[in-house]
């Protein structure tokens, strides 16, 4: 069974640090290596928004209220995802949910919490 799991939350002062991670198990790399894989975050009471997305090729897109704070990578040979936050706001709090599409298939891993104090 294909699955993304997410860990890596907590809580963090503002203008703190977290690292999240995505790892992809049940698949192999010629169905991971060629996805684009997102992150994505849900604050309480808002709709799911991306957050950041990296392609195949390590290319990295993100949303403009996290530019220059986060980063995101990917570990092909470890099928592994990773958003790096720095300079966390209390607005960044959220469920952070890996997302990618593997297998034809729209996948979400279960969420990771993270709470910023301010």
């Known amino acids: 069974q294909v699955r993304l799991v997410e860990s890596g939350g907590g809580s963090v002062q503002a203008g703190g640090s977290l690292r999240l991670s995505c790892a992809a198990s049940g698949t192999i790399s010629s169905v991971f290596n060629p996805a684009t894989m997102n992150w994505y975050r849900q604050a309480s009471g808002k709709e799911r928004e991306l957050v950041a997305r990296v392609s195949p090729g390590g290319v990295a897109d993100y949303a403009d209220s996290v530019k220059d704070r986060f980063t995101i990578s990917r570990d092909n040979s470890r099928k592994k995802v990773y958003l790096q936050m720095n300079n966390l706001k209390p607005e960044d709090a959220a469920v952070y949910y890996c997302?990618?599409?593997?297998?034809?298939?729209?996948?979400w891993g279960p969420g990771t919490q993270v709470f910023v104090a301010g």
């Open positions: 997302n990618g599409r593997l297998y034809n298939r729209d996948l």
